[in-house]
């Protein structure tokens, strides 16, 4: 088949193309896009709205970019007071620095160990300092986000039991978007991701609900740690990895890492596998990434064996001098595909660089020093809005950090709009997350970036748009 094509163009060939829309049941490549708006579409370039009926010059593009990025609205002051998942955190200078050196920002994968000894220094230390604070001994670098993260840990629970073990455990609570991710990466291997219920009251895992469900075709129980759309720490978080462990499951444990400055780590409480964010680690916040997703295993060869992505290792050179290289590379660009523990490629060692530099200019008491900044910010911002008539804050009894959960009078995404409009961008509607988060809720988020004059706007500017729904 073929001979029509262009002989550069792969599947050129319209008999080609042909075979392959059938495959999919489409009639036409312009299906792959019914998404895509109409307008939006390209319909060819005579259609394009372009300066005089002829190309734009360079000057009349950036002026014309400069128009539409003028539309975009940055939120500086205040911050965001969003979390769940991503947050808004400060990135020193420093950090901006050293990722933006070209041996760091151009760089790929070091294949060639002889030429990449500084970039595999660089996530050696990564991992070394990421061990540290998760206190597990095997760190990768890296993965593309926490979900991702996430959906591989959940593979590597399934195939640790050798595939006799379908069943995983999660709370109801956790973030949407990554239970999204880990059902995807499940379904094709009959992984079957079963709901635990939280107490609506406390926001806490409900054990006896736990232990009913586990069972010996449980491969694994994961617990965030604080929950990220409601901000409760889970003070069970040891008692649940016991009754897993009980059940002959894994434990994961799904982590931000600055709430470790304030937290038991993963590893003293039983974890065997832990995943995260690293975005607050020197990161910001990007429309869409890219993001930093944390993976760690307790020592167990069978696990660490099972471990996607990269490891990077210290060694020796022919000369007896230090040296690193990747290490266990089990991907299918180095093993036999059907050995592979994932076939993920393009790995995220700027960020997982910038998690470093970040880490290494903080040390534990600067770490520390803005867990506690935010932890107190937060609750004085709970206290502020409790005194708002009406608001119940925080909702939940569970204790939290910098991200808590606000019952209004209203709905939540009606209050989150007129506060848009006064500049302040505020917060995530909690409404469907559980049968017991209704249309009032929101998540709330307070950090380091916040101080006691965007907390009071926050409060003031809440309370005058319940006092005008009011009077309406």
């Known amino acids: 088949m073929g001979g029509e094509g262009h002989p550069w163009i792969p599947n050129?060939?319209?008999?080609?193309?042909?075979?392959?829309?059938?495959?999919?049941?489409?009639?036409?490549?312009?299906?792959?896009?019914?998404?895509?708006?109409?307008?939006?579409?390209?319909r060819g370039w005579d259609e394009l709205p372009i300066g005089e009926g002829g190309p734009l010059s360079e000057v009349e593009v950036s002026r014309r970019l400069e128009s539409l990025l003028e539309r975009v609205r940055v939120y500086r002051d205040p911050p965001p007071f969003m979390g769940g998942g991503v947050w808004p955190r400060y990135v020193p200078e420093l950090v901006r620095y050293i990722v933006e050196?070209?041996?760091?920002?151009?760089?790929?994968?070091?294949?060639?160990?002889?030429?990449?000894?500084?970039?595999?220094?660089?996530?050696?230390?990564?991992?070394?300092?990421?061990?540290?604070?998760?206190?597990?001994?095997?760190?990768?670098?890296?993965?593309?986000?926490?979900?991702?993260?996430?959906?591989?840990?959940?593979?590597?629970?399934?195939r640790y039991h050798r595939g006799r073990r379908r069943r995983i455990l999660v709370p109801e609570t956790m973030h949407p978007r990554h239970r999204a991710v880990?059902?995807?990466?499940?379904?094709?291997?009959?992984?079957?991701?079963?709901?635990?219920?939280?107490?609506?009251?406390?926001?806490?895992?409900?054990?006896?609900?736990?232990?009913?469900?586990?069972?010996?075709?449980?491969?694994?129980?994961?617990?965030?740690?604080?929950?990220?759309?409601?901000?409760?720490?889970?003070?069970?978080?040891?008692?649940?990895?016991?009754?897993?462990?009980?059940?002959?499951?894994?434990?994961?444990?799904?982590?931000?890492?600055?709430?470790?400055?304030?937290?038991?780590?993963?590893?003293?409480?039983?974890?065997?596998?832990?995943?995260?964010?690293?975005?607050?680690?020197?990161?910001?916040?990007?429309?869409?990434?890219?993001?930093?997703?944390?993976?760690?295993?307790?020592?167990?060869?069978?696990?660490?064996?099972?471990?996607?992505?990269?490891?990077?290792g210290l060694t020796v050179d022919s000369e007896g001098r230090r040296a690193f290289a990747m290490i266990l590379q089990t991907r299918e660009q180095h093993i036999r595909r059907a050995r592979a523990t994932s076939n993920i490629t393009t790995n995220e060692s700027l960020a997982a660089i910038a998690a470093a530099v970040y880490l290494s200019l903080m040390g534990p008491e600067g770490l520390r020093g803005v867990a506690e900044y935010s932890w107190y910010m937060a609750h004085y911002a709970a206290k502020r809005l409790s005194e708002i008539p009406g608001v119940e804050s925080p909702l939940l009894a569970g204790a939290f950090l910098w991200d808590f959960t606000v019952r209004l009078p209203r709905p939540a995404g009606e209050v989150r709009r007129e506060l848009r409009r006064r500049g302040i961008l505020a917060g995530i509607p909690l409404e469907g997350l559980t049968p017991w988060l209704g249309g009032g809720d929101i998540l709330l988020t307070v950090t380091e970036l916040h101080e006691k004059r965007h907390v009071d706007a926050l409060a003031e500017a809440i309370a005058e748009a319940l006092a005008g729904s009011r009077g309406s």
């Open 101 to 158: 050196r070209g041996e760091f920002l151009t760089a790929y994968t070091p294949y060639q160990a002889e030429a990449s000894q500084g970039l595999l220094q660089a996530l050696f230390e990564y991992q070394s300092l990421m061990a540290e604070l998760l206190e597990l001994e095997v760190v990768n670098s890296s993965h593309y986000d926490w979900s991702t993260a996430l959906a591989e840990a959940v593979l590597m629970a399934y």
């Open 12 to 42: 050129s060939d319209p008999r080609i193309a042909g075979e392959m829309l059938s495959r999919m049941g489409l009639s036409s490549v312009d299906e792959l896009y019914r998404d895509i708006p109409e307008a939006a579409r390209f």
């Open 182 to 312: 880990v059902e995807a990466y499940s379904r094709p291997h009959g992984i079957v991701v079963e709901t635990v219920r939280v107490d609506p009251e406390t926001g806490l895992l409900d054990l006896g609900d736990l232990e009913s469900r586990l069972g010996s075709d449980v491969a694994a129980v994961y617990v965030e740690y604080p929950y990220t759309m409601t901000g409760v720490v889970e003070e069970n978080a040891a008692h649940i990895g016991e009754a897993a462990h009980r059940a002959g499951a894994l434990y994961i444990m799904g982590v931000d890492p600055v709430a470790l400055a304030l937290l038991e780590p993963p590893g003293r409480l039983g974890a065997d596998i832990a995943v995260g964010e690293g975005q607050p680690l020197g990161l910001g916040l990007n429309y869409g990434g890219p993001y930093l997703g944390i993976m760690a295993v307790r020592w167990d060869a069978r696990l660490v064996r099972q471990m996607p992505g990269r490891i990077i």
